[in-house]
């Protein structure tokens, strides 16, 4: 029943899909998404780890276009 606890998009998408307000988030892969997230949601972007995040861990900010390969890991998404 609660396998989205492990991933915290798939929660999100569970939420969503659910009428559970949350902010506007997207599924990110690489460099090209994140860049692609910055021109859709503006900055700073908060990224977020898919699993294995908790009490702020595996969460970065970017504050530009340029920090956002210094804040990419595998598997992220983003949330604002």
Do not use: C
């Amino acid at each position: 029943m609660f396998w989205f606890l492990q991933d915290k998009f798939l929660q999100k998408v569970y939420f969503s899909r659910h009428a559970i307000p949350l902010a506007e988030f997207m599924q990110i892969d690489d460099l090209e998404g994140a860049k692609t997230a910055g021109e859709l949601f503006g900055y700073p972007l908060m990224i977020k780890s898919k699993r294995l995040a908790y009490d702020g861990r595996g969460n970065v900010v970017a504050h530009s276009e340029e920090e956002l390969s210094s804040a990419l890991v595998d598997q992220l998404f983003v949330w604002l």
